[in-house]
């Protein structure tokens, strides 16, 4: 199975500032086929489901703010939120769909300092 | 728009089954993967196993091999998800999720998430 590890577990920041997060993969999650990383992150806001923001490592969903942005390569990915707006609180997932079972990280909780 | 509505809360006595229902609307059922993920109280994202709507077939975690059962119904656009010989750690919030399209047989993001059903297993 591969096994994802984010860092921080918990991350303040002011408002307006960035936020980084970052996850990494136990193997690749690169696809040589077509060149893509089978990496997405997810926003999970207290008692909803979550919501996807990025995928394919760097590509941001429809309808989600530009302040939200991925990168990353090789087993190094990073989520970042250029200017940290209130209703950004939440807890942040990244997700392998690279192979079976589909495996997320361990969340990363960001708060309001 | 497309929506994924699960079937409401249920509790549970240890050793019981559950079926958990999943309506899909607003784009082919039949054209997209559906994938269970659970979450236990204040912890993170498990996931469970997916089914082709299109053809039935099914992939479950090696952790959940044996006790979970996902089924669908074609005809009425609901996928469901049975865990059998319930435990108080399987109480939980289950969600189901859609991902890619059967017809690429390729692995996707989870899109679009229903509302989540949280069981609860106690005595």
């Known amino acids: 199975d591969i096994v994802m590890t984010q860092s921080p577990d918990s991350l303040a920041v002011s408002l307006g500032e960035r936020a980084t997060i970052n996850c990494k993969s136990s193997q690749s999650v690169l696809y040589s086929s077509n060149n893509k990383y089978y990496l997405a992150w997810y926003q999970q806001k207290a008692g909803q489901p979550p919501k996807l923001l990025i995928y394919w490592a760097s590509t941001r969903e429809s309808g989600v703010p530009d302040r939200f942005s991925g990168s990353g390569s090789g087993t190094d990915f990073t989520l970042t939120i250029s200017g940290l707006q209130a209703e950004d609180v939440a807890v942040y997932y990244c997700?392998?769909?690279?192979?079976?079972?589909?495996?997320f990280g361990p969340g990363t909780k960001v708060h309001i300092k | 728009q497309v929506q994924l509505v699960q079937s409401g809360a249920e509790v549970k006595k240890p050793g019981a089954s559950v079926k958990v229902s999943c309506k899909a609307s607003g784009y082919t059922f039949t054209g997209y993967y559906i994938h269970w993920v659970r979450q236990a109280p204040g912890q993170g994202l498990e996931w469970m196993g997916w089914?082709?709507?299109?053809?039935?077939?099914?992939n479950y975690a090696q952790n959940f091999q044996g006790w979970v059962t996902m089924t669908r119904d074609t005809s009425i656009s609901t996928a469901y998800m049975e865990l059998s010989r319930l435990r108080s750690d399987d109480t939980a919030v289950y969600y189901c999720?859609?991902?890619?399209?059967?017809?690429?047989?390729?692995?996707?993001?989870?899109?679009?998430w229903g509302q989540g059903t949280l069981v609860t297993v106690s005595s």
């Open positions: 999720t859609r991902a890619g399209t059967v017809t690429t047989m390729d692995s996707s993001d989870f899109d679009y």
């Open positions: 997700q392998q769909y690279y192979s079976t079972p589909f495996t």
């Open positions: 089914i082709n709507p299109n053809s039935g077939g099914t």
